[in-house]
């Protein structure tokens, strides 16, 4: 079964920084397109930032030039690194992995909370 583990949220002041982690098993990681998403009480869940098998990425445009989306294959493990973190990006960060060319299939960590205070 595929596993995502999710680590390094915590509480930081407004202006700082975060680097989350997310350690994969259970699939051949190259093969997967990756993505952080989070969810703040009262809100949908949303995309962050994704990274492709191929390594293209892709980022919301409330994050963009703040959040770095990145993979280190050999360590089976995506990373998000949040710079310049605002109030609003308080949230519940969740890894997602994913498989799109063959078999298809979607799945999901059990979340890093990440607080950020004025």
């Known amino acids: 079964q595929v596993q995502l583990l999710e680590s390094g949220g915590g509480l930081v002041q407004a202006g700082g920084s975060l680097r989350l982690s997310c350690a994969a098993s259970?699939?051949?990681?190259?093969?997967?397109?990756m993505g952080w998403y989070r969810q703040a009480p009262g809100k949908q869940r949303e995309l962050v930032a994704s990274i492709r098998r191929g390594g293209s990425t892709d980022y919301a445009d409330s994050v963009k030039g703040r959040f770095t989306i990145s993979r280190d294959n050999a360590k089976n493990t995506v990373y998000l690194q949040m710079n310049d973190l605002k109030p609003e990006d308080t949230a519940v960060y969740f890894c997602n992995a994913r498989r799109t060319l063959g078999p298809q299939w979607s799945a999901w960590g059990q979340g890093t909370q990440v607080t950020v205070s004025s």
């Open positions: 259970g699939s051949i990681f190259s093969m997967n397109d």
